[in-house]
T-cell receptor
């Protein structure tokens, strides 16, 4: 079974803190994605990566950065957390060259910024 | 602009077929139709996808109209565990995948 794990299910941080959300997949997938999910807005793509050290902006990259130093790990970084970044964050991975291939999602991290 | 249009919510009686529609009138020739669902408090889960032909797997059937401008996901015998948000996505090539708001399906006992 494909497994995508995220470092925390729940996280509480203070405004201005630097926040790291970690995602690890065990299926040797080329592509990895970070989304955020908010009520009434669905899932919105923040960043994705199709290879180690490669990254592409999604629909809402502002306020976020990412890092992919190893194939299995994709990190989302909030340089200075703000209250409007309180959200559910979902990581996903997919295999193959095409970035639209079936995506496997992690359980999500619910981040609260106070 | 949204590539797909889905009803916001639907109800279905347990044991009956659930038919979830999706309009994608601007779909292009190399784009696939994908369906995912998200059960409360979990990440989305892939269900099925298709290009032109109808598709069936152990979870569902996907019916795509001949002009490809719309499709229907069919859950043949809905159970309470099928209560979820269902996302219809059109994507292809090297495009990023965009999830919309989806259809909230409530299966009623």
């Amino acid at each position: 079974d494909v497994k995508v794990t995220q470092s925390s299910r729940y996280l509480v941080k203070r405004t201005g803190e630097k926040v790291f959300l970690e995602c690890v997949q065990d299926m040797d997938h080329e592509n990895m994605f970070w989304y955020r999910q908010d009520p009434g807005l669905g899932l919105r793509l923040i960043y994705f990566s199709y290879d180690v050290k490669m990254k592409e902006k999604g629909d809402i990259p502002e306020g976020y950065s990412v890092s992919r130093e190893k194939k299995e790990r994709f990190s989302l970084i909030l340089e200075s957390a703000s209250t409007n970044q309180t959200s559910m964050y979902l990581c996903a991975s997919s295999g193959g060259v095409a970035t639209y291939n079936e995506q496997f999602f992690g359980p999500g991290t619910r981040l609260t910024v106070l | 602009d949204a590539k797909t249009t889905q009803p916001t919510s639907m109800d279905c009686a347990e044991g009956r077929a659930a038919n979830l529609p999706c309009n994608h009138s601007t779909i292009s020739g190399n784009e696939y139709v994908y369906w995912y669902r998200q059960i409360h408090s979990q990440g989305p889960q892939y269900i099925i996808h298709g290009l032109k032909n109808n598709e069936t797997n152990e979870m569902a059937s996907l019916i795509i109209t001949e002009d490809r401008k719309s499709s229907t996901l069919i859950l043949p015998h809905a159970t309470l565990r099928d209560t979820a948000v269902y996302y219809c996505i059109v994507t292809g090539g090297y495009q990023k995948v965009t999830f919309g708001i989806g259809t909230k399906l409530q299966v009623i006992p």
